[in-house]
């Protein structure tokens, strides 16, 4: 998984195997969380988002969960593809007010094998 | 729909040389921004511009400058490239309010000598 701080940690993973990519996030008021894609030479795109209001937000073999408690974020990838392979990041943004600036994560590299 | 477009795609410098890196978004959102992004390594924040002729530093603005004289540009500027600033460099655009989900230009590598 993912953790600020860390060296950039890297999940292998079959084609067709589900991939669960985790993010501790620090800022307890933070309420809104994006995940970003990162394929080789190009820059983040976004995945999917999720408010704090909400644990959980399903898009197109994409599943975000959120844990407020532990501050826990993960992405939650169906039956993946060579496709996927990529660097995934999420962001916290602070609550309304603020500057909503988003904090990145420093990212976890996803291997598929074909 | 070109979204965010950054110019140029690639860029050789000498110690000592300065250069702007151009950024440009056609969504018409308020918020514009600069990272730039090591191996191994997130996407840090140089500089952003919550709107039109505001700008602000990020986490690591030393060596660089910015400006934003129109809604759709976002212009950093090295007065004096060093090798530490060796990098990619990202630009990106958002909303501003509310879901902040930011588009990001393809990326400008830039290599200091």
């Known amino acids: 998984g993912e953790s600020v701080g860390l060296h950039l940690p890297t999940l292998s993973v079959q084609e067709g195997d589900n991939s669960i990519i985790n993010c501790a996030y620090s800022?307890?008021?933070?309420?809104?969380f994006i995940w970003y894609k990162q394929e080789s030479g190009k820059g983040p795109q976004f995945i999917i988002d999720?408010?704090?209001?909400?644990d959980k937000r399903q898009g197109q073999r994409v599943t975000v969960l959120l844990n407020k408690t532990v501050k826990h974020l993960s992405l939650q990838i169906a039956a993946t593809q060579p496709g996927d392979s990529a660097v995934y990041f999420c962001?916290?943004?602070?609550?309304?007010?603020?500057?909503?600036?988003?904090?990145f994560g420093r990212g976890t590299s996803l291997i598929v094998h074909p | 729909n070109a979204g965010v477009t950054q110019t140029p795609k690639f860029q050789v410098l000498k110690t000592g040389q300065s250069m702007t890196l151009q950024c440009a978004q056609d969504m018409n959102h308020n918020s514009m921004y600069w990272y730039r992004q090591d191996p191994g390594m997130g996407l840090r924040l140089i500089y952003y511009s919550a709107s039109e002729g505001t700008t602000d530093k990020g986490e690591v603005p030393d060596g660089y400058n910015v400006s934003r004289l129109k809604k759709q540009n976002f212009l950093l500027g090295l007065e004096s490239a060093a090798p530490s600033q060796t990098s990619v460099y990202f630009c990106?655009?958002?909303?501003?309010?509310?879901?902040?989900?930011?588009?990001f230009g393809a990326g400008t590598r830039l290599s200091v000598l």
């Open positions: 800022n307890s008021a933070s309420d809104y």
């Open positions: 962001a916290e943004t602070p609550a309304s007010g603020g500057s909503y600036i988003p904090t």
């Open positions: 999720i408010r704090s209001n909400m």
């Open positions: 990106a655009s958002s909303p501003g309010q509310g879901k902040n989900i930011q588009y």
